[in-house]
């Protein structure tokens, strides 16, 4: 009998070793998941084109379609969609193309299922907070920029461009902390939530990323301030 | 910088190279042949004592075989670095490969292990988990057979257990052997033996070489495979012809398909799992047991026909078949006395 419970995520598995994926159906279905199995690139693009899902766990050796074809093409359409890379390859350049394809997170074989767990519900959060939070803001302008959050394209001056979900994520947390002060722990908290593999270094790389593209002058901002010792400031002086 | 090492890099590179060189070439020849019109024309007016004599072609001679020599040269350097480059791209496509064969199996043993371990598991569910859990088990122990067995080989340290036998029966009793294992219905595979001889072979090692022919035929075949074997002899050789349903080769592929580390890719069955060593193996086992396998095919979709050749076993005449023997016999008696 199909599971048609709405409340329960969704959540698509591209995977083409059969046994694993066997076991983390298993998993899935046994944490209140409902999961549908791609085995390969084109199958995993139907799945897509058909059904909604809340979360994509993505392998990267695959038949037809590579892991990162297939993230990028979801990007494409859906700038929001969380997706996880998990995957037999370990090496530092496949890491960064993944994570700069459209990756939220990337897991390497052999990997504890407590941790994978931990990450999807960390993913699943995110999400619905993300959801929440833009529901009542989907556009917020400050100065000369415009930041659209549902489909995280932004605008400034001179340029038009389009955000990454971890930093659309990063600058709404900034903006429903305005005035006040916020910590870069308190930023992994929230925005990383918790992720060991993030450094607060990692938090001020994209602080200044940030601040070039809403910055006039982003050697001396003016929205996203630096306290230091303590944090950061987001602040919208009255024009 | 990784661009650097592509190979349009060297082969601009290699081009570029050879421009200047047959640049220079011309410009020399040029000036040589110019200046001597010149002096022709002019050299008495100008000194009479210039001679032209036939020595003074030597050093122009000499010089453009020099050039030449080092034209070929680079040519042999870029030709030997492009089939390193090759064999590197090979080589780490063999690492990823390697690396996936290994870690998939072991992560779904890991999963499965914690599973059972931290869940309630059903008496079926876990019946499922560890029938798959032996089925990535047996994957793992056949990738660490066939890189180790490689090794010994390669590294000329195996000694095998040589028996004598009659071709037909044991071959046939080998395919049997590998179509159960590989859970073939008996419909699927025909062995005829037309006849048959004597031969000296490691069964263990012949076993891996049908296993890998029908692992593949398997893997490599879109419909229900079929399997024909066919053993013939004759006063030399016997003669093991094995021709499989498969999606075929083609002849480019048919060239490199014992090559170690080589794979097909065909878009009907994109998901052939490997890491490009078994039919490398089974190359080397027949060629050290004094054989050879070849391969053809009719072209795409006509499946596959790999002929082995095994030297007849004949105490008097088959000087390297009676050194295995004799190998083979020491390392028994080595094995014996450890024990």
């Known amino acids: 009998m199909p599971d048609t419970n709405p409340t329960k995520k969704r959540i698509l598995l591209v995977e083409d070793e059969e046994s694993l994926a066997v076991g983390l159906e298993y998993n899935f279905t046994e944490e209140g998941y409902k999961i549908n199995w791609a085995k390969d690139g084109r199958e995993a693009l139907k799945f897509i084109e058909e059904n909604s899902y809340d979360l994509i766990i993505l392998d990267i050796m695959l038949p037809y379609l590579n892991g990162f074809e297939i993230a990028a093409k979801v990007r494409e359409t859906d700038p929001q969609m969380p997706i996880l890379i998990l995957t037999a390859r370990t090496s530092a350049g496949d890491k960064v193309k993944g994570l700069e394809t459209g990756a939220d997170d990337y897991l390497t074989k052999p990997f504890h299922l407590k941790e994978l767990l931990l990450r999807i519900k960390g993913m699943l959060k995110r999400r619905e907070w993300y959801k929440d939070t833009t529901s009542d803001l989907s556009v917020y302008t400050f100065g000369k920029n415009e930041i659209n959050f549902e489909n995280l394209k932004c605008k400034n001056d001179n340029d038009e461009f389009t955000l990454t979900p971890r930093e659309a994520m990063l600058m709404k947390y900034l903006i429903n902390s305005k005035d006040r002060i916020v910590s870069r722990k308190e930023l992994i908290e929230k925005v990383w939530d918790m992720n060991p593999e993030i450094e607060t270094r990692t938090v001020d790389n994209f602080i200044v990323r940030l601040r070039k593209y809403f910055e006039t002058d982003p050697s001396n901002p003016s929205f996203i301030k630096s306290v230091r010792g303590a944090g950061y400031l987001f602040s919208v002086k009255p024009e | ?339």
């Open chain 2, 1 to 339: 910088m990784k661009k650097r090492h592509s190979l349009l890099y060297h082969i601009i590179v290699f081009v570029v190279a050879q421009l200047v060189w047959l640049s220079l070439l011309g410009l020399w020849i040029y000036w040589y042949v110019y200046n001597y019109i010149v002096f022709e024309k002019v050299g008495d007016q100008v000194s009479p004592y210039i001679s032209y004599d036939i020595t003074n072609v030597v050093p122009f001679v000499i010089g453009l075989v020099l050039l030449i020599g080092l034209s070929f040269t680079t040519s042999v350097i870029f030709r030997n670095l492009n089939v390193q480059l090759r064999l590197t791209k090979l080589y780490d496509n063999f690492i990823g490969n390697v690396t996936h064969e290994l870690k998939s199996p072991l992560s779904s043993i890991q999963l499965h292990l914690e599973t059972l371990k931290t869940r309630d598991v059903s008496p079926e569910k876990s019946n499922e988990f560890i029938n798959l859990m032996m089925k990535d088990a047996h994957r793992l122990r056949n990738l660490i057979d066939s890189i180790l067995g490689l090794m010994a080989i390669e590294q000329k340290r195996l000694v095998y257990d040589l028996e004598i036998c009659d071709a037909g029966t044991m071959i046939k009793q080998i395919i049997t052997e590998s179509t159960e294992q590989f859970h073939l219905s008996t419909d699927a595979y025909n062995v005829e033996i037309i006849s048959s001889s004597e031969i000296a072979i490691d069964k263990d090692s012949i076993k891996i070489v049908f296993d890998n022919l029908v692992d593949n035929a398997i893997k490599y075949s879109v419909n229900d495979v079929k399997i024909k074997m066919k053993i013939n002899s004759n006063t030399k050789k016997i003669i093991v012809d094995f021709v499989d349903n498969g999606i075929g080769l083609l002849p480019k592929e048919q060239k490199k398909i014992f090559n170690k580390f080589y794979r097909i890719y065909n878009p009907d069955i994109p998901n052939v799992k490997g890491t490009g060593l078994g039919l490398y193996w089974v190359k080397e086992i027949i060629k050290s047991h004094g054989g050879k396998i070849s391969v053809s095919s009719e072209g795409k979709d006509k499946g596959s026909r790999f002929t082995i050749e095994l030297p007849v076993y004949k105490p008097a005449e088959n000087r390297y078949v009676n050194k295995l023997l004799k190998n083979s016999r020491k390392q028994k008696q080595k094995v014996t006395a450890d024990a």
